[in-house]
């Protein structure tokens, strides 16, 4: 079997409980915590830069470094230099199959193509807004971490906003549906804003033909509860590169569910900024490659603030000729975050020869005083146990292993919560499976 595999567990079994959350077991870390890099620890009295705020057309980029924390993040383009496909976050990436999405001709291009088109259900209680750039609540979550994220703020002329009012609590989900019916390479902006104490679903359709570069943000403000499910089931062809930051505030909620089965190239870059104390952050994803498809998921977390919580669950299953996926987590609690509580993991299934998959898992802790912090990824075929066992009881070997694959994306699929989103994910798992060789 042709394939690559980064395989990381730094938890026995009996460190991870039933639901998979870690056991506070963190050797050799004292009160005041650890530097991971000697760079970070020379530089300690700096501290660490924080994101640049909007003001006016002017932005500041903050200072790169070794730590999670000290990424460059700038909203301007020239910022970011030209790729080369060399860069840590791009060294897994096919430059070549992004469409110009990060613009290699230069820092004057723009993606100019039209943007797949936004509708978003009425609700009472929920607002819907067209804006243009200038609108100040803009880039007030997200400030763009790599060149492409900064070609689409860069690209941008309007963008949809949409408010669940405060105290609001949304009995039906807020469906965006998002719709490409185009190829030239496009930029495209969205915030949600989840006021104080609301309450809402809210679902990302991406379907269709599009070359899209995509910025959202999530302002899930205090004591608001926030549960997104993003589904990139694009046609044959689409290119998708999409930043979708989030910051939670105090006593704030966040999940966020994503799925991605279509498209030729898909890269997410999902972020959860943890603001407030008591805030909680889960960030769930589920992937299926066929051959040629290369679906991509940069996570980061960041605990910036004391006493949250965050758990991150990915599972993906490869099938074909030069599928390809990658999951790359980061985890960054910094010094003032104690009482810290984070988990992630990242499980892939491989079912047949020529697949590719590459699953890091990167956890920066700066202060021992958490109540528990770990990280796990693995990638395999089939359990032979698991198949003994089945077949053991009469069941025909390949039935046996199409229930390992429904039990291992189930998990997944049952937190969205969503009943007819479920069902249609349901459906699409079953046609994946009808065409699989197992």
């Known amino acids: 079997m042709s394939q690559t595999v980064n395989t990381t567990d ?46 006016g057309s ?42 110009g999405l990060h613009l290699p001709d230069g820092d004057d291009a723009r993606l100019t193509g039209t943007a797949p088109a936004i509708s978003v259900t009425e609700l009472d209680g929920v607002t819907v807004e067209t804006v243009g750039r200038d609108d100040a609540r803009l880039g007030s979550v997200l400030t763009p971490d790599d060149r492409a994220s900064a070609a689409a703020w860069a690209s941008f002329e309007q963008a949809t906003v949409v408010t669940i009012g405060a105290d609001v609590e949304a009995t039906t989900p807020v469906r965006i549906d998002i719709t490409g019916a185009g190829t030239a390479p496009a930029a495209q902006h969205l915030l949600v804003v989840a006021a104080p104490n609301s309450r809402a679903d809210v679902v ?18 205090e004591g608001a509860g926030l549960n997104v499910t ?19 505030g105090k006593d704030a909620s ?61 599972k993906g299953a490869l099938q074909g000729q030069d599928a390809h996926t990658v999951w790359v987590g980061d985890v960054l609690i910094r010094k003032e975050a104690e009482g810290t509580d984070s988990y992630e993991k990242n499980q892939n299934l491989v079912l047949s020869e020529g697949t590719r998959v590459d699953s890091v898992p990167n956890l920066e802790i700066e202060t021992g005083l958490i109540d528990g912090a770990g990280h796990a990824s693995s990638t395999a075929q ?25 039990g291992f994306l189930h998990e997944i699929i049952q937190k969205i919560g969503i009943a007819d989103v479920e069902e249609t994910l349901i459906a699409q798992m079953e046609s994946e499976l009808q065409v699989a060789s197992l």
């Not at 730094?10 to 991870?16: Q, T, V």
């Not at 000290?70 to 992004?98: C, Q, V």
């Not at 679906?295 to 910036?304: G, I, P, S, T």
Request: proline share 4%; glycine share 10%.
């Open 10 to 55: 730094n938890a026995s079994p009996e460190e991870i409980d039933a639901d998979g959350a870690g056991v506070p077991v963190i050797p050799g870390m004292g009160e005041e915590g650890e530097k991971l890099s000697a760079t970070v620890a020379a530089e300690s009295d700096a501290g660490h830069a924080t994101h640049s705020v909007p003001s």
């Open 58 to 99: 002017q932005k500041r980029p903050v200072k790169p470094g070794s730590s999670r924390a000290d990424r460059l993040s700038s909203f301007e383009l020239a910022d970011f230099p030209a790729l080369t496909g060399r860069e840590e976050d791009w060294r897994f990436t096919p430059l070549n199959r992004l469409g």
């Open 204 to 221: 990302l359709q991406h379907r269709g033909s599009a070359v899209v570069s995509q910025n959202v943000e999530f302002d899930v403000q």
């Open 230 to 248: 993003s589904l990139q089931s694009w046609d044959d062809g689409a290119v998708h590169v999409s930043a979708q930051q989030a910051r939670i």
């Open 254 to 314: 966040f999940k966020h569910v994503a799925v991605s089965y279509g498209g030729s190239v898909v890269r997410l870059t999902p972020t959860s900024r943890l603001a407030g104390q008591g805030g909680e952050t889960q960030m769930f994803g589920l992937y299926f490659a066929d051959a040629g498809q290369h679906l991509e998921q940069r996570l980061f977390v960041d605990h910036a603030v004391a006493n949250c919580k965050s758990n991150v669950l990915y």
């Open 382 to 406: 089939f359990d032979d146990e698991q198949l003994f066992y089945l077949m053991a009881r009469g069941i025909e070997e390949k039935d046996a292993r199409e229930l390992i694959v429904r």
